[in-house]
């Protein structure tokens, strides 16, 4: 019984934490001034009548209270509203920018899980090569140096002077950049997790049977290290939607970090609300999964 409890837990918090989410984001979506009339009647010739009308009829003079009740009940059942700016279903216009998303971000993860893995195992078999300074020169790197901030830089280099890759719409720039960091955040916490792990009796027995030290850090230190990686991959994997949502918009990509940007142009509630929902709720579930399958990797009991 007790067991069930403990694995209901995540999905429920998970449950609370996304109504908690919700109601903030939409209270403190509508403290910003103006709405999306105002926007339409600085970009036409709208009387006063027919602005009061307009915003009648999409219900903004109804109190936040009632908005948020309204919502709420709509979402429930999946619709998430039109938008009011582009007169589209919300869901439709966040499920046509996801794609975009998805691919810089995980395209970007694969990079750094990859580069990380590769310099902790080299720095592990190669202790005095130049390896564990590169893990450390990468590991301040992530820290010191904003991604926005290289991005603009690669856009003026690689774009503007050398005129080798588009200003915009290039994806492998913003992976590279949104990689290295994530190769930074993962490393040096990963190469330490490995070092400790060295001096277990299985890796000694190992070590003594001859094995080359790339096969023993593969087949015998890394296992140990998992629970350690899943949980700083899952943190990691949470960051990667603030960064990719930044350069996409640098980048001019289509998705979802564009989609928001025009949304608060425009003030265009519905869409920004449930951007904010629906990146929040898939943060949330990218934890929860990484809680799960760290129970099962380590069934130790937790108090």
């Given at each position: 019984m007790t067991r069930a409890i403990g694995w209901a837990a995540p999905p429920l918090r998970a449950l609370a934490l996304i109504l908690a989410i919700s109601m903030i984001a939409f209270f403190c979506i509508r403290t910003v001034p103006g709405d999306v009339v105002d926007v339409l009647a600085a970009q036409g010739d709208l009387t006063a009548a027919q602005q009061a009308e307009m915003r009648q009829a999409m219900g903004l003079n109804a109190s936040p209270i009632a908005q948020f009740?309204?919502?709420?009940?709509?979402?429930?059942?999946?619709?998430?509203?039109?938008?009011?700016?582009?007169?589209?279903?919300?869901?439709?216009?966040?499920?046509?920018?996801?794609?975009?998303?998805?691919?810089?971000?995980?395209?970007?993860?694969?990079?750094?899980?990859?580069?990380?893995?590769?310099?902790?195992?080299?720095?592990?078999?190669?202790?005095?090569?130049?390896?564990?300074?590169?893990?450390?020169?990468?590991?301040?790197?992530?820290?010191?140096?904003?991604?926005?901030?290289?991005?603009?830089?690669?856009?003026?280099?690689?774009?503007?002077?050398?005129?080798?890759?588009?200003?915009?719409?290039?994806?492998?720039?913003?992976?590279?950049?949104?990689?290295?960091?994530?190769?930074?955040?993962?490393?040096?916490?990963?190469?330490?997790?490995?070092?400790?792990?060295?001096?277990?009796?299985?890796?000694?027995?190992?070590?003594?049977?001859?094995?080359?030290?790339?096969?023993?850090?593969?087949?015998?230190?890394?296992?140990?290290a998992m629970p350690v990686l899943l949980a700083l991959s899952s943190v990691v994997l949470a960051g990667v939607l603030g960064g990719t949502l930044t350069l996409e918009v640098l980048f001019g990509l289509p998705g979802v970090g564009s989609l928001a940007l025009n949304a608060m142009h425009g003030r265009d509630w519905p869409l920004l609300q449930a951007t904010i929902v629906f990146l929040a709720t898939g943060v949330v579930l990218i934890n929860v999964a990484a809680e799960l399958l760290h129970r099962l990797l380590d069934p130790r009991p937790r108090r």
């Amino acid at each position: 019984m007790t067991r069930a409890i403990g694995w209901a837990a995540p999905p429920l918090r998970a449950l609370a934490l996304i109504l908690a989410i919700s109601m903030i984001a939409f209270f403190c979506i509508r403290t910003v001034p103006g709405d999306v009339v105002d926007v339409l009647a600085a970009q036409g010739d709208l009387t006063a009548a027919q602005q009061a009308e307009m915003r009648q009829a999409m219900g903004l003079n109804a109190s936040p209270i009632a908005q948020f009740l309204a919502w709420g009940g709509q979402a429930l059942q999946g619709e998430f509203g039109q938008s009011l700016r582009f007169g589209k279903p919300v869901g439709e216009l966040f499920l046509n920018a996801l794609p975009a998303t998805l691919h810089l971000g995980l395209l970007a993860f694969a990079i750094g899980l990859g580069l990380a893995l590769t310099l902790a195992l080299g720095a592990l078999a190669a202790p005095r090569s130049p390896l564990p300074l590169l893990v450390q020169a990468v590991n301040i790197w992530s820290i010191a140096v904003p991604t926005f901030c290289i991005g603009i830089a690669c856009i003026l280099i690689f774009s503007i002077w050398l005129g080798w890759l588009p200003a915009i719409g290039h994806v492998g720039v913003p992976a590279a950049i949104l990689g290295l960091d994530i190769a930074g955040q993962l490393v040096k916490p990963l190469h330490d997790e490995l070092r400790q792990a060295q001096a277990a009796p299985h890796v000694r027995t190992a070590r003594a049977k001859g094995l080359h030290p790339l096969r023993i850090g593969l087949f015998h230190l890394l296992p140990t290290a998992m629970p350690v990686l899943l949980a700083l991959s899952s943190v990691v994997l949470a960051g990667v939607l603030g960064g990719t949502l930044t350069l996409e918009v640098l980048f001019g990509l289509p998705g979802v970090g564009s989609l928001a940007l025009n949304a608060m142009h425009g003030r265009d509630w519905p869409l920004l609300q449930a951007t904010i929902v629906f990146l929040a709720t898939g943060v949330v579930l990218i934890n929860v999964a990484a809680e799960l399958l760290h129970r099962l990797l380590d069934p130790r009991p937790r108090r």
